[in-house]
């Protein structure tokens, strides 16, 4: 059994406005098949940055016939980095996730952060892959031309007498 996280994860909280984005998760067997009646509990943490479900800082629901489940959470007061521990069970099986949030003052309405850019859209990693390839191909010629020697002929040529032309 595993937990997969539809929604929540990475979500900046506004402490002003009280706003939040619930998790949801699906809770999938080892078919990749929803599991429909399990067990799923939904933790906030106990101090410091966090919040409550319905007023609780635990809370258990079971899962609809998609698998899912979630339960409304409000953030606290607190602002700074936290994690929901969610757990999941069902006839022996379990399965657990962690779904990290941000509680922030500044934020007028709750939102999902956006991912960081992958490292093919940063001009730096280009750099460094240009770079390395220049570095390469001048490395190889080097590797070629050494071993080729060149012949000199110094041959005599006509004296002159006099000032310099």
Same mark, same amino acid.
């Given at each position: 059994m595993r937990i997969l996280v539809l929604e929540g994860q990475n979500a900046i909280n506004s402490v002003a406005t009280k706003s939040a984005i619930s998790p949801v998760v699906q809770v999938l067997d080892s078919m990749e098949q929803p599991v429909e009646g399990a067990e799923v509990t939904f933790e906030a943490p106990a101090a410091g940055p966090g919040g409550h479900f319905n007023g609780q800082p635990v809370v258990t629901v079971k899962t609809d016939y998609r698998g899912q489940a979630t339960a409304n959470f409000s953030p606290n007061d607190t602002p700074g980095s936290f994690s929901i521990r969610i757990? $999941? $069970? @069902?006839?022996?099986? =379990? %399965?657990? *996730?962690? *779904?990290?949030? =941000?509680?922030?003052?500044? %934020? @007028?309405? $709750?939102?999902?952060a956006p991912p960081p850019k992958p490292w093919y859209k940063d001009w730096k990693w280009w750099a460094v892959i240009g770079g390395g390839a220049g570095a390469g191909a001048g490395f190889g010629i080097y590797l070629y031309n050494r071993d080729q020697t060149a012949n000199i002929t110094i041959a005599p040529g006509t004296g002159s007498i006099g000032g310099p032309r």
């Amino acid at each position: 059994m595993r937990i997969l996280v539809l929604e929540g994860q990475n979500a900046i909280n506004s402490v002003a406005t009280k706003s939040a984005i619930s998790p949801v998760v699906q809770v999938l067997d080892s078919m990749e098949q929803p599991v429909e009646g399990a067990e799923v509990t939904f933790e906030a943490p106990a101090a410091g940055p966090g919040g409550h479900f319905n007023g609780q800082p635990v809370v258990t629901v079971k899962t609809d016939y998609r698998g899912q489940a979630t339960a409304n959470f409000s953030p606290n007061d607190t602002p700074g980095s936290f994690s929901i521990r969610i757990k $999941a $069970a @069902m006839t022996g099986q =379990t %399965a657990e *996730v962690r *779904v990290r949030q =941000t509680n922030e003052r500044r %934020a @007028m309405e $709750a939102t999902i952060a956006p991912p960081p850019k992958p490292w093919y859209k940063d001009w730096k990693w280009w750099a460094v892959i240009g770079g390395g390839a220049g570095a390469g191909a001048g490395f190889g010629i080097y590797l070629y031309n050494r071993d080729q020697t060149a012949n000199i002929t110094i041959a005599p040529g006509t004296g002159s007498i006099g000032g310099p032309r």
